[in-house]
């Protein structure tokens, strides 16, 4: 009974090795994974308004192109979902990175954000981030108090304005939030992504930020020229670059309140 089996199993090992692999089931590569999250601007935001997400989604052995959504639970703890446009999926190269940008509204001071990966061929990958109650706390941090500015300061380096918001009110908890940004490359791309932001100061002496890292027809552009136009508060710095910030082939000088004389 057993010459018939071991006769098999020879003609088995006799076959080419490209056929024993098309019968064989494809062992599971390594999967995309959900690396990172960045909240709001440098870490604040405030709950209930619209923020800037952004993804770090590093890749696998091979290509994955799909959906990435993020879910959090709303001012009634029910969770609301935000997605990638179908038209606009997200790629990630094997062994490389991509971020993808999107906007929610955190219905709570502290909660909990997952976002999903879904790929074009069916695979779901998922991670869970917890905001942190306290500072060093969680994957993120909590979002400020809704009754305290939040200030964005784009520099280079440090303005001195963390120590002025504390010169405002000698209690923590109501002097205004700063936040700082070291390149208009953190600027949202939608207007409403400024919606929890009171005031936007840019320090355009600083190359980094004058000559920038975006091109004249970036989305970020019209995002901040429509909020400006909406009421959002916008101080230019020009200091002793004024005169090529001002320049009309520069992105800034859009934002010029005159002609430099």
């Not at 192109?65 to 999926?89: C, H, K, M, W, Y």
């Amino acid at each position: 009974m057993t010459r018939p089996f071991t006769l098999l199993l020879l003609a088995w090992y006799c076959l080419p090795a490209a056929a024993r692999a098309d019968a064989e089931p494809a062992a599971p590569g390594k999967l995309p994974e959900i690396a990172a999250i960045r909240v709001g601007f440098d870490g604040l935001y405030k709950a209930g308004l619209w923020t800037p997400v952004e993804v770090t989604i590093r890749g696998g052995d091979r290509e994955a192109t799909g959906r990435v959504s993020l879910i959090v639970p709303d001012g009634d703890g029910v969770p609301s979902r935000v997605s990638t446009p179908e038209d606009q999926p997200c790629r990630v190269a094997p062994d490389d990175e991509a971020r993808v940008t999107l906007f929610v509204r955190f219905g709570r001071v502290h909660g909990s954000t997952r976002i999903q990966f879904e790929t074009d061929d069916g695979r779901l990958i998922e991670r869970v981030f917890q905001s942190g109650s306290r500072e060093g706390e969680g994957d993120y941090p909590a979002a400020v108090s809704n009754d305290r500015r939040l200030v964005v300061c784009l520099a280079g380096a440090d303005l001195g304005a963390a120590e002025a918001a504390q010169r405002v009110d000698s209690e923590p908890t109501r002097q205004p939030a700063v936040a700082r940004l070291e390149d208009p490359s953190g600027l949202p791309a939608q207007w409403y992504g400024y919606e929890g932001v009171d005031a936007l100061i840019v320090a355009t002496s600083d190359p980094n930020v004058s000559e920038g890292t975006l091109g004249a027809d970036d989305p970020r552009w019209k995002a901040l020229d429509d909020w400006v136009r909406l009421g959002g508060r916008l101080v230019l710095m020009a200091g002793r670059r004024g005169q090529q910030v001002a320049d009309p082939t520069n992105p800034w000088a859009q934002f010029m309140p005159g002609q430099w004389k």
